[in-house]
């Protein structure tokens, strides 16, 4: 019953079998293609995927070329771009850039090594309806393009994580990855909860009418928070417990079987926010997310032997179900580029250094690589240029030992 409500437009006996309910998927419930492939019995259940960075929420550092021909060369974010050329251009470039940046072949691709999950950071602006046109700017017709990468992805058996990346005002200041380069972060008011409540019911409604969007199991509430205590407070208190209700209000509204609820997902307590759990009453079908970036940890050393050990030894576990949704092969700034770190010299270390951090991904719910695609030349943060470079594998199953 939970599956006809959920997609009652579809009709014929042949879709109705591709079906999927929206849960984590485990050894007992197979998202399946088209063909009936199941992409995760060859995992035994964990996640493996890989993010779709500048789709739709661009991040300049990740493709300057790109950002450039699109005319937004020298503007820190999507805002300050279409701020710059206006509306009507500014739609036509992005609307260059969603179609050719991730495309079907590259759904191909990513199936073809093994891979599981999509996460897909979007922007609030994608709801056009709640966003202030008077003093807010962002790129328009997104949703589309959405339905058609959803589409490609739900044929090809992968499950799929909608991240809201960029907030209502903002969650975090001056980052690319909110949409807007803001000099503070303005989310943490009762008027930006409210925007983003909207376009979550919005999101679920979307998702359980639109057969494109079948396979996506997992909604992000808001990725990467401030980690000041009184704007987290406020969100954990306020906006957490407010998504929850309104999330599981609006699949009940479309009669949609409890056992067919998304999974709900914050950042886990290890990001420094809180304890995302705190003011909740109900857990069910909620999941977290972890960032891991040992880049940036200063407290690990960087030697190689310490990189791997430390990676072998991490324990990720602060709240359960946890995915580790963003961690990458970059070392700091200072060391990547010297002979002892540089990427083309070094392939077996970085083989060695992925495997590490799959071992202990892989302990938890599994694991989602930043990013898919990069124009940067550095397989560091390409999973795509890391396949082709040899380090990642492309049976992943067959990922070394090395713990």
């Not at 303005?186 to 998702?207: C, H, I, P, Q, S």
């Not at 509204?253 to 950042?267: A, E, F, G, R």
């Not at 124009?375 to 470079?389: H, P």
Request: glycine residues 6%; charged residues 20%; hydrophobic residues 35%.
């Amino acid at each position: 019953m939970g599956v006809i409500s959920k997609f009652a437009a579809v009709t014929t006996l042949t879709t109705l079998a591709t079906l999927t309910n929206a849960w984590l998927p485990e050894e007992n419930k197979s998202i399946t293609a088209k063909d009936g492939t199941n992409l995760f019995k060859s995992s035994n259940g964990k996640i493996r995927g890989v993010n779709l960075g500048s789709q739709f929420v661009f991040e300049p550092w990740i493709a300057e070329s790109e950002w450039s021909g699109m005319g937004c060369g020298g503007k820190n974010s999507e805002f300050d771009c279409v701020s710059s050329l206006g509306q009507d251009a500014a739609n036509t470039a992005f609307a260059n850039h969603w179609a050719s940046w991730t495309t079907q072949d590259d759904i191909n691709e990513m199936v073809s090594y093994g891979l599981n999950t999509i996460r897909v950071p979007v922007g609030y602006w994608l709801r056009e309806d709640i966003v202030d046109a008077d003093s807010e700017h962002f790129p328009q017709g997104g949703l589309d393009q959405l339905k058609k990468l959803c589409g490609w992805a739900s044929d090809s058996g992968l499950y799929i994580i909608i991240d809201l990346h960029g907030a209502p005002g903002a969650q975090e200041a001056e980052n690319a990855f909110t949409g807007q380069y803001a000099s503070e972060p303005g989310f943490y008011t009762d008027y930006n909860y409210e925007r983003a409540l909207k376009w979550l019911e919005w999101m679920v409604d979307l998702v359980y009418q639109t057969d494109e969007m079948r396979n996506v199991g997992m909604l992000e509430i808001v990725n990467e928070p401030v980690q000041d205590e009184a704007s987290a407070s406020s969100m954990r208190s306020k906006y957490y417990p407010q998504a929850v209700e309104r999330i599981r209000a609006a699949e009940q509204k479309l009669s949609v079987d409890s056992n067919d609820y998304l999974h709900i997902q914050t950042m886990d307590k290890s990001w420094g926010s809180g304890d995302p759990n705190e003011y909740l009453d109900d857990l069910t079908y909620m999941a977290y997310d972890d960032h891991r970036y040992i880049k940036w940890d200063t407290s690990v050393s960087p030697s190689h032997d310490n990189y791997i050990s430390t990676s072998c030894g991490d324990n990720r576990d602060s709240n359960w179900p946890n995915i580790v949704g963003e961690w990458s092969l970059s070392v700091p700034d200072d060391i990547e580029a010297s002979s002892d770190w540089e990427p083309s010299s070094n392939t077996d270390f970085y083989g060695k250094w992925f495997a590490a951090q799959v071992h202990s991904y892989e302990k938890q719910q599994g694991w989602i690589f930043w990013t898919w695609k990069s124009q940067l030349n550095d397989y560091r943060w390409s999973y795509q240029d890391a396949v082709k470079a040899g380090v990642i594998p492309k049976d992943l199953n067959s990922v070394q030992s090395v713990c």
